[in-house]
């Protein structure tokens, strides 16, 4: 009898026994694909401080420039809730948007890209109306028609101001029309978890105008600056004679400084972090 009542059929083939489903392939991370700055038209860049443009994208930024690329950074904010004062500070709470406006000028010289500010409060990005936001910048790709727009990538920032300012730039583009929209690549902090396909920027050939232009924004990066100098030959970036061997986390910091800019590509149309 079964355990319902009802009697086996003799003939029946015995019940296979229960198997355990296999794992779920781990997730491949897509090969990169290369940054090609002859084949845009012109290029946007959406983020929030002044200096992270440099930081993430000065090497891409320069490569653009030396192929007659147009380049714009709208930056977000004036910076002027920074940390940092300068070393040895050269800058009060009160003077720092303006030390700062005057450090981005510099830097967007070297690397050769205009700017502008969409004037939102530093370190108060996030309680902004999303958009409201968005809406500002979609005209900026409207008038502007760049083939490319690098933002942050929403939830990979490691700070709420890159996060909200990748968030109000997903939606900008989500709310063009489909043949109106840029490519969309995101800048990752953090992208130790992200499985998206990349692309590549080569920089080995403007990694010292990078250098030039973070050394421009020096209120922020003075002291780094001389941090770096106890290990590194800060002109190539090179370990000095005896510098400790560097970890996982200095090793890809130095090389996206060096060698390589890595961006997501960003699906406008797919759920962020924040949705």
Same mark, same amino acid.
Request: proline share 10%; aromatic share 6%.
């Given at each position: ?8 059929? @003799?003939? +029946?083939?015995? &019940? ?7 794992? +779920?392939? @781990? &997730?491949?991370? &897509? %090969? ?6 002859? +084949? ?29 690329? &147009?380049?714009?950074? #709208? ?14 500070? %050269?800058?009060?709470?009160?003077? #720092? ?25 530093? *370190? ?33 920032? $490691? ?13 900008? $583009? ?15 902090? !953090?992208?130790? !978890? #992200?499985?998206?396909?990349? $692309?590549? @920027? ?9 250098? #030039?232009?973070?050394? +421009? ?11 770096? %100098?106890? !290990? ?8 000095? =004679?005896?510098? =400790? ?5 200095? *090793? ?8 390589? %800019? ?7 149309? @797919? ?5």
């Amino acid at each position: 009898m079964s355990a319902s009542g009802r009697p086996h059929d @003799a003939g +029946a083939a015995a &019940p296979a026994p229960a198997t355990t489903a296999p794992a +779920a392939p @781990a &997730p491949v991370t &897509p %090969e990169p694909g290369r940054f090609d700055p002859g +084949a845009e038209r012109s290029v946007l860049i959406v983020l929030p401080h002044p200096d992270d443009e440099t930081f993430s994208s000065g090497g891409t930024i320069a490569l653009l420039s030396d192929a007659g690329v &147009p380049v714009m950074y #709208l930056c977000a904010t004036y910076g002027d809730m920074g940390r940092r004062m300068g070393k040895p500070p %050269e800058a009060t709470r009160e003077s #720092l948007r303006d030390v700062r406006v005057t450090e981005l000028r510099d830097a967007c010289a070297i690397i050769g890209t205009d700017f502008r500010y969409l004037g939102l409060r530093d *370190k108060c990005v996030e309680f902004e109306d999303p958009q409201e936001v968005a809406a500002t910048i979609r005209d900026t790709i409207r008038s502007m028609r760049p083939s490319t727009v690098i933002t942050f990538v929403p939830g990979h920032g $490691v700070h709420p101001d890159h996060d909200a300012i990748g968030q109000f730039t997903v939606l900008a $583009v989500r709310g063009l029309e489909p043949g109106e929209r840029p490519r969309l690549l995101g800048v990752a902090v !953090n992208g130790a !978890n #992200l499985t998206l396909p990349t $692309v590549e @920027a080569d920089i080995t050939t403007t990694s010292s105008r990078k250098i #030039l232009a973070l050394k +421009a924004h020096r209120s922020q990066t003075a002291s780094m600056f001389e941090e770096w %100098e106890k !290990n590194w030959d800060v002109e190539t970036m090179t370990p000095l =004679p005896g510098a =400790p061997e560097p970890d996982a986390q200095t *090793k890809a910091w130095r090389e996206r400084l060096t060698s390589r %800019e890595t961006y997501y590509v960003l699906d406008p149309d @797919a759920p962020t972090l924040f949705e």
